[in-house]
């Protein structure tokens, strides 16, 4: 026999089962659903217990037609392969799920005629907001006619874009980048060469200004030959590597992690090994790093932060928050590990490795 209260199986609850089921008003178990802050949490709870009971799902067709929303936020990242990306991704869809919205995620492959195409699909499904990594170029006048027209919030991540929002959640990639520079330096390294990213985007802007200050304020020359111009992929780390190496650094910065990983694969076809050869820093940290050889000196970002912060941003715009612009500037962390030796002798065949940093940092000590 069916419990009084309790809907008849075989049909999908509604919210007027579920009010009836908590004994409060529609109007409750509608705030409730929709987040709202004035519900007493006692009341909050009886209404949730109710949902579990009946198996509620909202209509969410029929709210996003009521309120003119959608509860979905869209977000553009340059390369999903790239690992860095999953975790800004999962930290972004984690701080929407909180406030109830879903995520649709793009990806651009760092182009702008696929960027493009991504803005048009995500503005026809109407989502209420855009998260954005900003492809290099300008929108062409079309989409920025379409972007003004359907008037939804972007917050732009890791790199920003003031033609379009001044609101972004970034890294201090000049920060990182001038500390790794000047690490290397303190390691006795002085031929300092760069695989830098492209530097039509921000992000690529900051780390290769880092680079040229942290060299200048430690009395080292930028030398042309040793910066080289990437695309943050693991290909042009390797071609790079391959015009880098051949100059002979004793010292290598390089923007991202599969940068790196190019190369490395590079030296290792040249016959070079790290840190006998060249001290290494790299862009990026990541749990697997612990299996290299030597273990890399990297600047860690905060991946999973940014994507929450980011998203957080978003939603505030998306509820109606008209303060002024925002751009936050997360803080990277310079980890070291022992890529970058000590180097005991400038020239090439006279370097020589001390297991860590800080063995290298007491030998000039002693020979002070």
């Known amino acids: 026999m069916r419990k009084p209260g309790r809907k008849k199986s075989g049909k999908s609850a509604s919210i007027y089962d579920v009010a009836r089921e908590a004994g409060v008003s529609v109007f409750t178990v509608s705030a409730v659903v929709n987040h709202k802050s004035h519900v007493r949490e006692k009341l909050r709870k009886r209404v949730e217990k109710a949902i579990r009971a009946l198996n509620y799902r909202p209509n969410l067709i029929a709210r996003s037609l009521a309120n003119q929303r959608t ?49 048009e699909l995500l503005l026809a499904k109407r989502v209420d907001g855009i998260l954005l990594t900003k492809a290099g170029g300008d929108f ?29 959640v970034i890294t201090d990639d000049y920060q990182g ?3 790794a520079v000047c690490h290397l330096a303190r390691s006795g390294r002085r031929r300092i060469g760069l695989i830098g990213g492209p ?10 200004q880092g680079f040229h200050d942290a060299l200048k304020a430690s009395g080292l020359p930028l030398d042309p030959e040793l910066v080289i111009e990437g695309d943050y992929r693991m290909e042009s780390g390797y071609r790079a590597g391959h015009a880098l190496l ?18 490395l694969k590079a030296a290792e076809e040249m016959g070079l090994s790290c840190p006998e050869d060249f001290g290494l820093i790299s862009f990026d940290d990541y749990p697997w790093l612990g299996v290299f050889r030597p273990r890399l000196t990297t600047v860690e970002l905060p991946k999973r932060e940014l994507g929450i912060e980011a998203a957080e941003l978003l939603i505030r715009r998306i509820s109606g928050d008209v303060s002024k612009v925002a751009v936050m500037k997360l803080q990277p962390e310079l980890r070291v590990r022992e890529s970058c030796g000590f180097a005991r002798h400038a020239g090439r065949g006279k370097n020589r490795a001390v297991d860590g940093v800080e063995a290298g940092e007491n030998l000039i000590r002693d020979l002070q």
């Open 71 to 119: 509860h979905t936020i869209g977000m553009i990242v340059p390369d999903i392969a790239n690992p860095f990306f999953p975790m800004v991704v999962r930290g972004a869809e984690d701080a929407a799920q909180r406030h109830g919205y879903n995520l649709l995620l793009c990806n651009s492959d760092d182009s702008l005629d696929k960027e493009e195409t991504a803005i």
């Open 140 to 168: 062409r006048p079309g989409i920025r006619q379409m972007i003004k027209q359907v008037d939804v919030p972007i917050v732009l991540v890791m790199r920003t874009y003031p033609k379009l929002t001044k609101d972004a």
């Open 177 to 179: 980048a001038y500390d």
């Open 199 to 208: 530097r039509k985007v921000s992000n690529a802007l900051a780390r290769w």
């Open 246 to 263: 051949s100059h002979q650094p004793d010292g290598i910065y390089v923007a991202n992690h599969l940068m790196t990983v190019g190369l």
